[in-house]
């Protein structure tokens, strides 16, 4: 059964830039894990930020940014809004299943 | 506009039954995969089963597989999951989640606003 590990918590100060990543316990992340991002605020259903890699949605603010770092999936965020505070998760493509990550808490100090 | 609508949830004693609901509108349901995605209380997100946009294959997650059954009704739009020999540990909110498979593409987009599965004696 395929692990995907994220950071547990992460703190961020407004304006900032903080990345956050996505680890697979079966190797490498690349392209072909189609890895998915998405933003949860508590009380809220989960809202998609970037697909495949590194794509936006029309609604993800240009601060969101995907990419593949370091053998794992990546979310960066610049120039960091109060806003910005949630928790965070990705989801890998692996083997005819999905996987989430265990999320990443975002705190704006 | 894309709306996905889940129905169903509730109170179920252990080993009891359930069938969830996705109603769909806003967009042609028959273009899509659809997923059925959980979150139990204080807890993150878990993938639970997936259906190709014809019905024709489905997937689930180890954790309910063989309880589980993921269906669709593309003439009425509709996304269902029956959940049998529930455990208390199948406690959670339930999400449905609309995804576009194309060429070198997973798209995860809209997300219903979930059902909450309760399993307790």
């Known amino acids: 059964q395929t692990v995907v590990t994220q950071e547990p918590s992460l703190t961020v100060s407004p304006g900032g830039t903080v990345t956050l990543t996505c680890a697979s316990s079966t190797g490498a992340v690349t392209s072909g894990s189609y890895p998915n991002w998405f933003q949860q605020k508590p009380g809220q259903a989960p809202r998609a930020l970037i697909y495949s890699t590194n794509n936006k949605h029309s609604w993800t603010p240009a601060r969101f940014s995907g990419s593949l770092l370091g053998g794992k999936a990546a979310l960066t965020l610049s120039g960091v809004q109060p806003e910005d505070e949630a928790e965070y998760y990705c989801l890998l493509y692996s083997g005819g299943a999905h996987v989430f990550g265990t999320g990443t808490k975002v705190t704006v100090l | 506009e894309v709306q996905l609508v889940e129905s169903g949830g509730g109170l179920v004693q252990p080993g009891g039954s359930l069938r969830l609901s996705c109603a769909a509108s806003?967009?042609?349901?028959?273009?899509?995969?659809m997923h059925w995605v959980r979150q139990g209380p204080g807890k993150g997100l878990v993938w639970v089963s997936r259906?190709?946009?014809?019905?024709?294959?489905?997937n689930y997650a180890d954790s309910v597989k063989g309880r589980f059954t993921i269906s669709r009704d593309n003439a009425k739009n509709t996304l269902y999951l029956q959940m049998n020999s529930l455990r208390a540990e199948d406690t959670a909110v339930y999400y449905c989640?609309?995804?576009?498979?194309?060429?070198?593409?997973?798209?995860?987009?809209?997300w219903g606003q979930g059902t909450l599965v309760t399993v307790s004696s």
């Open positions: 259906i190709r946009r014809d019905g024709g294959e489905t």
């Open positions: 989640v609309r995804v576009f498979v194309g060429t070198s593409q997973v798209l995860v987009d809209y």
């Open positions: 806003g967009f042609t349901f028959s273009n899509y995969w």
